[in-house]
């Protein structure tokens, strides 16, 4: 299936600001002195860098004008495909959605009374297939080690549970591999009316914070530009 151009838009911009600060969770930097060392301290520098990579910052007001980048969020070639998304208001949305799932994260959102905001990313029809073929790869092979398990319950098979059971983890390590490599994750701040997107294309980027600039310049026009 491939995606197809919306009429919303995106704006973004590499994280500089002052008030981006407070979102320096989202870089893939462990702030010294978070941990002490040891095992845990590796496994949080592990699961931070996950969501590490390139960070730009969607506008609102740009997203509900039909303002969007034209380049790949991902290859950061020029494209006129489009997909939508769901930005939430969860801290570490980014890695919720890398470890859990966006459908996870959206019913955590729900769960939460938190307010979210629909997106609509640019990519390119190569991109989509990667990640749509590796979110494939990874579905297959829970369904079957799930209906492994199931009949090594049915049938108190100890051997089958075993394998499904490997074959369960296996696959939740591979969607994570995919989300992580071939997707971005998505996070709104509503007090800024912003979304953070972690893991773009440097291309994606570069647009991203042109139309930035531009967006702040019309802010402060008076009387405001079309």
Known sequence: MSPRRGGHSIRFRQRQSPDSAEDADVSGRVPPGTTSGGTFDHVVRLLQRLDGGRVAVLRGADQRAGRSPLRCVKTGEPTDGATHMRAVALDRAGLVQVLAGYGVARLATAALSRP?????????????????????????????????VAFGVAAAAVPAISLGAVMLAGSWVLRARAAHHWWVGVRFRPEHDEVILSRVSSGFDDDARRLFT???????AWPPRP
């Open 116 to 148: 979210s905001l629909d997106v609509v990313l640019a990519v390119s029809p190569l991109a989509w297939r990667r990640w749509q073929r590796a979110l494939l790869v990874a579905i297959t092979i829970g369904a079957a080690g799930a209906g492994l």
């Open 214 to 220: 531009r967006s702040v310049a019309r802010q402060r």
